[in-house]
Every structure is written in structure tokens, then in C-alpha cells.
């Protein structure tokens, strides 16, 4: 926790267009306000008014309503449908672009035409709750390399709390006998071995999890049974190592425009105390770092073809090719071909290709697909010895993100102790933080929804002049 540190700002940059820039944190006075309001909703974006007026209306109307209501309306209207993309006429492009893709792909590799409105719109209110709130920070990094201001002296603890880690350990089956796992059979460096005891938690992801559950285990759990429905995509970094740094902006990056959804966060500005001559051979001064959300879609720039049909090489060229295009854009020249020293993909995109599409990405991401919470299990399964610890685990946070692996680790645990009876203390679990006259208005939703009523919408009418400055 120390070591995070808070950034201040997000941009959305278009190639044809001034880059937007938006507080990261409470405004702290009117001018703040008054910037990020028309930053968001200015005609300058190509937005008309009843448009942005219609989205707050959107976004109001999912504030007010009530968990109920939440999980048995909305999380079956994916987030594109809810904000009625396709109607966008007159500017469905500045719409699609800045209010349905922009904003979801900063909620990690949300895909608008599939993510659930339940999801999307939990997570966006969220932020903007917290955007409202003095001292809330929405967005925080690392103030130094992964490894070393997180990992090391994470497994340096548990290793000395007594953890033992085996690396290099392969799990090949989970072995069932009278409704419980009675080992796991594993292979470490070419030898196979049984793990056996008493309790097991599974860390594993669902694409993972899925291939090793026996038609015995489906039997037992009916929850594990259908986690083949749960959905990923591809979300993959890569890194640039710059010869001198560009910061871009004091936090993360959206580049609307790009074809393959990209995302970035300038790091060494938040790296104080960090020496990046001290790594390699001693010339990087900045490092940009990417995340590629849409592996699918066909580049625009050097190659005609989506990411995951890509060599490395071209997935490097065409990634660097689209930053060049946001970043340069209106005579702005922050990028050079000069400037790049060096590159890193994650080595979990395999090369060369595999005949099966699935296994080319070693480290897929869960998506919340409209309609697949019903397929999320519980921490505790109904195998009575076996828990799972992982982003696809029915949790409050429920995205795929390290907060969310964190609460299903923490459901995971209480579980085990409820189950042995013990009378340890339990792990500390947090709803989301709602504004109280909002919960007022949830409770009256909720007693609507019992009675099989529609929500009323008060806000269907916000008056467009709001969004002149000169409304209340």
C-alpha cells in the first residue's frame, strides 16, 4: 500500500481532434469543475446536447435502482443496447467513440457491445463517486517496477510467515473421491507427485479451472458445471523503452481512435527514486507502457490485420504506428521513431501460431458478459474441501482485476473457516460506498421492483440546458 502513488489525470486523445483531459481526483475548485464538464460534454467532442443529456439520464436512472432490480434487469442488457448506440444518428461516431467505447475501455478491456450495463454501470458510478468525494483517489500506480515494489516483498513475507512455494509445478488433475478432492496430482520439472490435504484452494483462472473439472466433479458442484460459460478476451501488454522520457499525461491514456483499443501509462514519472540507468545497458530515460484490448479487430495503420493474426514484430509496428497517430496529432510531436530504443510483448502471446486459437494467448481476461453472473461461482464450492481464490468467483467487485482476485481470496478463506468451525477472526469484506440519498431512492426502487413495477423515469426529461452552463 505504501507503495502506490496517486496519479491526477486521464486523457482521452483522438487523431482528429484536441486531446481530453480529465481530473483523476475531486476537483478542487470551480475552474477544475467547469474543465472537466466541458472536456466531457462539449460540442467541441461532435456530442449534441440531448445526447449527453440522455446518458446522464442513463446513468441516473442505474444509480436509483436497486440491487434487484440491478441484477434482474440490467444484468442482462449489454452496456452498448442500454445506451441505445445504434439510434445515435446525427453523432453516433463522437458518441460511440468518447461515451460507449471510451470510457469502458479505462474499466479493463470492457467491451461495450457485450458487457453487462450491471457491471459497467456499477464500476463507472463507482469512479465518479469517488471523483465527488474530497480526498478519494480513483486511480493510483506503483511507484516503481512490479517486482520490486510489489512481488518480492509480497513472497518474502508469506515465505517467512511459513509458506512454502513451489515454482515450476504443474497441476495436471484434481482427484475426486467420495465428493472430495483427495489429491491433486501435479508435475514438477518432468516428475509427477500427489499433493494431498486437508483443504485446497484453487488460484487457477476459468480457462484453466475449466479443462480439469471431471464429469464426477460437475456431478458434485453444479456451480463448476457451468463455468463454461463465462467468457474471455484478449487483453496483453507491451512495453516501450524510451531514450527519453515522454510523460503524455499524469496518468493513464485512452487513445479513442485506435484500432486495437489501446490504453497507456507514461511510468518513470511516477517511478521517484528509481534510477532507470541503473537497468540494461543504461540508455532508457522512459518507459511507456501499453495494454491492446481488441486482438481482433484489423489495424489501420501498417497492417491490415488484427493483432492476433500478427507476427511480433507486427504487432509491435502496428501498436507504435497508432500511438504515433494520437500523439502527434494537430502538429504535437511527442513520439519518434528516434526516441525507441527497445520493446517487450507479453510472453504470453505465443509465436509462432498454434492451429488452435485458444492456446496462442497463455493469459486471457475474464469478461462480464449481459447475462453471465448467474455462471459465477460462490468462493466456497460444493465440493466440501475445495475453494477457489480467482477473478471469476461471484464477488462485489466483479471485474477481472487484482482487487477482485483479492475479495474472492478473502471469501475464499472465510469459507474455510466457517466450514471447520473455527472461531478465527474473518477476513474483512467492503460493499461499495453509495451517497445516502441515493440508497434512499434504491429502497423505494426496491419496493417497485417487488411489486413487478417498471423504475419511473423521473429523468427521462433533464433539460439539454444543463449542458450550456447555465442550467442548476
Given at each position: 500500500?505504501?507503495?502506490?502513488?496517486?496519479?491526477?489525470?486521464?486523457?482521452?486523445?483522438?487523431?482528429?481532434?484536441?486531446?481530453?483531459?480529465?481530473?483523476?481526483?475531486?476537483?478542487?475548485?470551480?475552474?477544475?469543475?467547469?474543465?472537466?464538464?466541458?472536456?466531457?460534454?462539449?460540442?467541441?467532442?461532435?456530442?449534441?446536447?440531448?445526447?449527453?443529456?440522455?446518458?446522464?439520464?442513463?446513468?441516473?436512472?442505474?444509480?436509483?435502482?436497486?440491487?434487484?432490480?440491478?441484477?434482474?434487469?440490467?444484468?442482462?442488457?449489454?452496456?452498448?443496447?442500454?445506451?441505445?448506440?445504434?439510434?445515435?444518428?446525427?453523432?453516433?461516431?463522437?458518441?460511440?467513440?468518447?461515451?460507449?467505447?471510451?470510457?469502458?475501455?479505462?474499466?479493463?478491456?470492457?467491451?461495450?457491445?457485450?458487457?453487462?450495463?450491471?457491471?459497467?454501470?456499477?464500476?463507472?458510478?463507482?469512479?465518479?463517486?469517488?471523483?465527488m468525494t474530497p480526498g478519494v483517489q480513483i486511480d493510483r500506480v506503483l511507484n516503481g517496477p512490479t517486482n520490486e515494489m510489489w512481488i518480492d516483498p509480497w513472497v518474502e513475507y508469506l515465505v517467512g510467515q511459513g509458506v512454502s512455494m513451489h515454482l515450476r509445478t504443474a497441476v495436471k488433475s484434481f482427484n475426486?473421491?467420495?465428493?472430495?478432492?483427495?489429491?491433486?496430482?501435479?508435475?514438477?520439472?518432468?516428475?509427477?507427485?500427489?499433493?494431498?490435504?486437508?483443504?485446497?484452494?484453487?488460484?487457477?483462472?476459468?480457462?484453466?479451472?475449466?479443462?480439469?473439472?471431471?464429469?464426477?466433479?460437475?456431478?458434485?458442484?453444479?456451480?463448476?458445471?457451468?463455468?463454461?460459460?463465462?467468457?474471455?478476451?484478449?487483453?496483453?501488454?507491451?512495453?516501450?523503452?524510451?531514450?527519453?522520457?515522454?510523460?503524455?499525461?499524469?496518468?493513464?491514456?485512452?487513445?479513442?481512435?485506435?484500432?486495437?483499443?489501446?490504453?497507456?501509462?507514461?511510468?518513470?514519472?511516477?517511478?521517484?527514486?528509481?534510477?532507470?540507468?541503473?537497468?540494461?545497458?543504461?540508455?532508457?530515460?522512459?518507459?511507456?507502457?501499453?495494454?491492446?484490448?481488441?486482438?481482433?479487430?484489423?489495424?489501420?495503420?501498417?497492417?491490415?490485420?488484427?493483432?492476433?493474426?500478427?507476427?511480433?514484430?507486427?504487432?509491435?509496428?502496428?501498436?507504435?504506428?497508432?500511438?504515433?497517430?494520437?500523439?502527434?496529432?494537430?502538429?504535437?510531436?511527442?513520439?519518434?521513431?528516434?526516441?525507441?530504443?527497445?520493446?517487450?510483448?507479453?510472453?504470453?502471446?505465443?509465436?509462432?501460431?498454434?492451429?488452435?486459437?485458444?492456446?496462442?494467448?497463455?493469459?486471457?481476461?475474464?469478461?462480464?458478459?449481459?447475462?453471465?453472473?448467474?455462471?459465477?461461482?460462490?468462493?466456497?464450492?460444493?465440493?466440501?474441501?475445495?475453494?477457489?481464490?480467482?477473478?471469476?468467483?461471484?464477488?462485489?467487485?466483479?471485474?477481472?482485476?487484482?482487487?477482485?482476485?483479492?475479495?474472492?481470496?478473502r471469501r475464499a478463506v472465510n469459507a474455510l473457516l466457517d466450514r471447520v468451525g473455527s472461531d478465527a477472526k474473518r477476513c474483512e469484506l467492503w460493499p461499495w460506498d453509495v451517497p445516502w440519498f441515493l440508497r434512499v431512492l434504491q429502497k423505494h426502487d426496491k419496493k417497485k421492483w417487488e411489486k413487478g413495477h417498471?423504475?419511473?423515469?423521473?429523468?427521462?426529461?433533464?433539460?439539454?440546458?444543463?449542458?450550456?452552463?447555465?442550467?442548476?
Amino acid at each position: 500500500l505504501g507503495n502506490l502513488t496517486n496519479t491526477s489525470q486521464i486523457a482521452l486523445l483522438r487523431e482528429n481532434g484536441e486531446p481530453v483531459v480529465l481530473p483523476a481526483h475531486f476537483p478542487k475548485n470551480f475552474f477544475e469543475w467547469k474543465e472537466a464538464f466541458h472536456s466531457v460534454f462539449g460540442s467541441h467532442l461532435g456530442l449534441k446536447k440531448s445526447s449527453a443529456a440522455f446518458f446522464v439520464n442513463q446513468l441516473i436512472k442505474l444509480a436509483t435502482s436497486c440491487t434487484e432490480r440491478m441484477e434482474g434487469e440490467y444484468e442482462f442488457i449489454s452496456w452498448w443496447d442500454y445506451l441505445e448506440v445504434d439510434k445515435k444518428n446525427d453523432d453516433h461516431d463522437a458518441y460511440k467513440k468518447m461515451l460507449a467505447e471510451g470510457l469502458t475501455r479505462s474499466l479493463v478491456a470492457m467491451k461495450a457491445e457485450m458487457a453487462s450495463t450491471r457491471t459497467v454501470g456499477t464500476m463507472l458510478l463507482q469512479m465518479l463517486y469517488n471523483m465527488m468525494t474530497p480526498g478519494v483517489q480513483i486511480d493510483r500506480v506503483l511507484n516503481g517496477p512490479t517486482n520490486e515494489m510489489w512481488i518480492d516483498p509480497w513472497v518474502e513475507y508469506l515465505v517467512g510467515q511459513g509458506v512454502s512455494m513451489h515454482l515450476r509445478t504443474a497441476v495436471k488433475s484434481f482427484n475426486l473421491t467420495n465428493g472430495r478432492i483427495e489429491s491433486v496430482s501435479v508435475d514438477v520439472d518432468g516428475d509427477e507427485r500427489e499433493v494431498v490435504a486437508d483443504h485446497l484452494i484453487s488460484g487457477l483462472p476459468v480457462e484453466k479451472m475449466e479443462t480439469f473439472l471431471t464429469p464426477e466433479m460437475k456431478a458434485e458442484s453444479k456451480s463448476l458445471s457451468e463455468i463454461h460459460n463465462l467468457h474471455v478476451e484478449w487483453m496483453n501488454g507491451i512495453q516501450f523503452y524510451l531514450d527519453h522520457d515522454v510523460p503524455v499525461v499524469h496518468g493513464h491514456t485512452i487513445y479513442v481512435d485506435s484500432a486495437w483499443a489501446l490504453t497507456s501509462v507514461s511510468q518513470h514519472q511516477f517511478w521517484k527514486g528509481v534510477d532507470l540507468a541503473e537497468f540494461g545497458d543504461g540508455r532508457v530515460r522512459g518507459i511507456l507502457s501499453i495494454d491492446i484490448s481488441d486482438w481482433k479487430t484489423n489495424g489501420t495503420e501498417v497492417h491490415l490485420k488484427p493483432a492476433d493474426e500478427c507476427t511480433a514484430e507486427e504487432v509491435v509496428e502496428e501498436t507504435w504506428a497508432q500511438l504515433l497517430a494520437h500523439l502527434n496529432e494537430g502538429g504535437r510531436q511527442q513520439l519518434s521513431d528516434a526516441n525507441r530504443l527497445a520493446w517487450h510483448l507479453d510472453p504470453d502471446i505465443v509465436f509462432p501460431r498454434t492451429e488452435h486459437v485458444e492456446d496462442n494467448n497463455k493469459e486471457p481476461l475474464l469478461i462480464n458478459k449481459a447475462g453471465s453472473l448467474q455462471y459465477r461461482p460462490e468462493a466456497g464450492t460444493e465440493i466440501p474441501n475445495l475453494y477457489l481464490a480467482s477473478d471469476y468467483v461471484h464477488t462485489t467487485t466483479d471485474l477481472a482485476c487484482m482487487e477482485g482476485a483479492n475479495e474472492a481470496a478473502r471469501r475464499a478463506v472465510n469459507a474455510l473457516l466457517d466450514r471447520v468451525g473455527s472461531d478465527a477472526k474473518r477476513c474483512e469484506l467492503w460493499p461499495w460506498d453509495v451517497p445516502w440519498f441515493l440508497r434512499v431512492l434504491q429502497k423505494h426502487d426496491k419496493k417497485k421492483w417487488e411489486k413487478g413495477h417498471p423504475q419511473h423515469d423521473d429523468f427521462d426529461n433533464l433539460p439539454e440546458g444543463i449542458f450550456d452552463g447555465e442550467g442548476p
